[in-house]
């Protein structure tokens, strides 16, 4: 299946959310880039070396391009995004980034896949239409992860911040408000079977803003006061026996 880009292609420059990674990882402070930084990370330690895998919905290639070493595949609907990521991490030889569907069925099945922000710009039908395909491309064994905001009262508050000193008002352009009730409904509706739900990031990303260490190190208290029960961001992880 195949989702509607106009929006990504007039509103994005190539490369954007690299570029305020890379910039973020330099300067390290910032609240996108502690953003992006914390999940890539997250989902890193669920990916082998010996792994096949899948980033769909890659946009400029930040997770294989600066976090993998297995061989990946990424794959997006925005050409101007997948030119960028061949450019800019051309060099690696463990990635590879291409914009044609076909090429990813031909590679398929993968032992990992992973889908790192997309699912809220999707309608549930197109949701539940995208897991059940990405499923089918998966190994037996396989893992299909995907993260997507907690949409709670602390998410609301954080989105309103980052959308009105970022570039893109994430309020208007959300099409779906996930929970984790909501999830395992949607799920409810796939050929899924066997899922695990996390919460991740807390108010550590907050003091981001100051430094990356210290957000890092108010999210490690959070995270041991309240035993992960509290997350901006959900990790669904799908497994295929």
Known sequence: MEFDNTFWEKNLDPGYYDKILETGLSKRKGIQSFWHNTTFNLVKNYIEKSTKHLDYACGPGSFTGRYL???????DISSNQID????????????????EKTIVTKEAPFDTITVLGLIEFLDDKEVVNLIDELYS??????????TTPNYQLPMKILIYFTSNFGKIDYNTTFINKFNVKKIEKILLDTNVNNFTISKYMNVGIVFSLFSHQFGNLIQEFFDRIFNKKFGFMLALIIHKK
Do not use: P, Q, R
């Open 69 to 75: 070493e297995t061989y990946s595949l990424g794959y």
């Open 84 to 99: 960028y990521a061949k450019t800019k991490f051309s060099s690696k030889n463990n990635c590879n980034f291409v914009n």
């Open 137 to 146: 491309l998966l190994k037996n064994g396989g893992k299909l992860i995907l």
